[in-house]
């Protein structure tokens, strides 16, 4: 049975990741900085006042539009997309979230048997009775799933044994103002520990790549704090 660690990352889908040489490791200035900057020179077409954009002034025009005059919805021209590694509890909750895009792992088509294999996530502060309890009853589930296949049942049947715990891979494409509701709501001490695993992180590499949409976002706030903030 094989343990692997969940996370969550942003990448640039133009360059998919290193599947092309053209790769480009996302930074603020190759991709958070332009996307700002794009935010602003849609924005400013409402004033027809696009000929005031410079190099920096994306900045000024963020924070007085967006944050003090509160019109978020200029930032929903732009989008990132996010891979995540959870387990099917996890991914089950994030797909509850509207006005995104999602492709799942199917495990109707998969057959674990085969390529991939299945793969667990251990969910973290388990006692060590409570830990073995896990590994034998998911190692239950994973002889099962096996047991099935090999009977010729076919994988969206077999499916039907597998626990929560399979680990998945999750693609997300939210525009920039969902992605503030996203972290307001799932990076709160309120959400489901595993669920925060992957997404302070996330939120901290959010932080340092887009400039001020998402620096006033503190991690395991109250979730009533946090619906407080600008979204």
């Not at 509850?96 to 502060?125: M, W």
Request: hydrophobic share 40%; with cysteine.
């Amino acid at each position: 049975m094989e343990i692997v660690e969940p996370y969550a990352k942003m990448y640039d889908i133009a360059t998919m990741e290193g599947r092309y040489p053209h790769q480009l490791q996302v930074t603020k200035e190759n991709f958070g900085i332009p996307m700002l900057q794009a935010v602003e020179l849609i924005a400013r077409v409402s004033h027809r006042s696009e000929d005031s954009v410079t190099k920096d002034s994306w900045d000024k025009f963020i924070r007085s539009v967006v944050l003090q005059h509160g019109d978020w919805s200029v930032t929903e021209h732009c989008v990132v997309t996010v891979e995540a590694y959870v387990d099917r509890g996890i991914t089950h909750e994030w797909v509850r979230h509207r006005l995104g895009a999602y492709t799942q792992e199917s495990t109707r088509f998969v057959n674990y048997t085969k390529k991939i294999g299945l793969k667990f996530i251990k969910p973290e502060g388990l006692s060590e009775i409570a830990e073995l309890e896990w590994f034998d009853h998911t190692r239950f589930s994973e002889e099962g799933y096996n047991s099935l296949i090999g009977l010729s049942v076919t994988p969206q049947i077999a499916r039907s044994v597998l626990p929560n715990a399979l680990a998945s891979k999750l693609i997300v494409t939210y525009n920039l103002r969902m992605w503030r509701h996203f972290f307001l709501m799932r990076t709160t001490k309120e959400a489901h520990p595993q669920m925060r695993q992957v997404t302070i992180p996330l939120l901290e590499q959010f932080q340092s790549v887009i400039p001020i949409l998402y620096e006033d976002i503190i991690p395991n706030a109250r979730q009533v704090d946090n619906l407080r903030l600008p979204r």
